[in-house]
């Protein structure tokens, strides 16, 4: 039997007509039954322009769409009707296997721990991103942004689940984890750290010690353990940073005699771009969690949604949730 | 009476020569006394290179030197005769009133604290870094490395003490404050950064609220407080980041037909370069303390350390200890 996946249609600057696109690329592609969860007639409108296997493809109508400005809490409890609401229910009930959403991510977390529930004995689930290195693989940070205030145990179960999922859905074997700190050595920290050093330390994982913020890029560690508040703070300065000296860059080489050069070399940029370009790997797991939920990024395109889409495919396939709780 | 200000001569990675010339220079272009502090017969062979003013400039003998390698306790403890501890010794004595040092940070920051002493009422010194962002100014930091587990007083008390040092030293009329969280809304963040919120709303600072980490080299603050983990987190990501862009993208723009655009483009690389040109502002202030300690980064050249010794002289002419004291 097919492995089924709902997709939240709705989620993310480019609903529906990116999701759908990407959705029924990857019903092509990987050969899974996809449930696209949203507005019926927006949904089969932009269907309409595909062909695609119709035994592949069906639409599960939800009325409501919750936004990124509205109270996650308050979104879930009352927008029944809503595509996230509606898409977690599948996947509760069992009609579905996992769950993507480019939508509000404080609603598909929130929904998602409320209406598919913790694997028995994790405390926190856990969102984790890929980060791009240099080395051209990706450093998988985890929590990068679910939970503000840890207690140590929570940062050992992150790094568990990690090693879980980078070594089957990434394919990296025996994943190296660091700590993210404020210095390599051992008694560098503050009083989180300095517990979860005692913890991984003494594991069955690839410890491989404190990771300062600089190496993450360097490809350091396959694995960047921290909590949620740090790992959101790390992510959005490179966002930021990246931003501003594209910008930077842009303008200086844009001005007077430069113009042409520029002219020859904005196709170069698009190529740095691709090296950076997080929709390859599709989206955020969501990690601790019955099923899978995969956040993808707001702006995603088809491709980061098929790329979504693949990852639950693989999580599934090495029943990920099973080998999660072994690894507890 | 000139302003005497003592320099590590043997601190970073460039002493003495660097340091010697940055002073040099300085006491030419404004006018302080400076006072090198470090091994005698070094600092001499370099000074003899100049000409300048020996009423101006004179040698302190401190016959060891601290390196980053070394615990930064036991260091100060055991190394009486360092250069960062003969030189914190003379501001202590009366005889400088700042010092400076591209040498370790943590001794510098450990020795401060430890020899010139804390401002009474200030819990935790907090060591203040400027950013660069794209509106051209800077963005001041605090704290960015000192205090790795802090308290909602703490990052209060940071608050108050940057306002003061970036009206009066970098000239900014009533300096917005920023606080460095994971949302802009203000129930977002957590344990710490709630309870901070509360204290600044209340404050006659200038508080603008919550600002996420993307947002700051966008320049959306002109202070931005956090905890000394959190800052060491956010200023290692942008160190290691815009490592790893300008390297892709020089070897993009490197391969094959675009040679020769890039060897015109390097001038331009130059100056972005100089647009993030921390040496312009000279070094980091560690705040909170009797006198002005200003800790330059390691790979200092002239320019900045020059620009330390200005910051020290601004700080001291302005009076800042007393400033903070009335704003506590």
Not at 17 to 38: D, H, R, S, W
Not at 144 to 172: E, I, T
Not at 287 to 306: M, N, W
Request: aromatic letters at 8%; a positive charge; proline letters at 2%.
């Amino acid at each position: 039997m097919a492995i089924k996946i709902a997709v939240d249609a709705m989620g993310g600057d480019n609903a529906p007509y990116e999701i759908v696109k990407g959705a029924v690329e990857a019903a092509e592609e990987f050969g899974c039954e996809i449930i696209l969860v949203g507005q019926q007639e927006a949904i089969k409108s932009e269907l309409d322009k595909y062909k695609f296997n119709p035994g592949q493809i069906t639409i599960e109508n939800a009325t409501e769409v919750i936004s990124t400005e509205e109270s996650p809490t308050i979104a879930i409890r009352k927008k029944k009707d809503s595509s996230i609401v509606v898409g977690l229910n599948l996947v509760k009930d069992g009609k579905a296997s996992a769950f993507v959403s480019a939508g509000s991510t404080g609603a598909v977390l929130t929904g998602a721990t409320f209406i598919i529930g913790r694997i028995k004995g994790i405390e926190r689930p856990a969102l984790g991103t890929c980060i791009p290195t240099i080395k051209g693989k990706f450093a998988f940070m985890i929590d990068s942004g679910a939970n503000v205030d840890c207690k140590p145990n929570y940062l050992f179960q992150f790094a568990k689940m990690a090693s879980v999922y980078v070594k089957y859905v990434m394919n990296v074997e025996n994943p190296t984890v660091g700590l993210l700190n404020i210095g390599v050595e051992k008694e560098k920290g503050n009083a989180l750290t300095k517990e979860v050093y005692g913890l991984l330390e003494q594991s069955n994982l690839n410890f491989t010690g404190n990771i300062e913020a600089r190496d993450i890029t360097y490809g350091a560690a396959d694995i960047v353990v921290c909590d949620g508040f740090d790992g959101n703070i790390a992510l959005k300065v490179a966002e930021g940073l990246a931003g501003v000296m594209l910008k930077v860059i842009k303008s200086e080489i844009t001005q007077g005699f430069y113009k042409l050069a520029a002219f020859v070399l904005i196709k170069k940029f698009r190529n740095v771009k691709k090296r950076f370009d997080s929709e390859e790997v599709g989206g955020a797991p969501f990690l601790g969690l019955k099923a899978l939920v995969v956040k993808a990024h707001g702006s995603s395109k088809a491709k980061g949604i098929k790329n979504a889409i693949k990852q639950c495919k693989i999580f599934v396939e090495n029943d990920i949730v099973k080998k999660i709780e072994e690894q507890l």
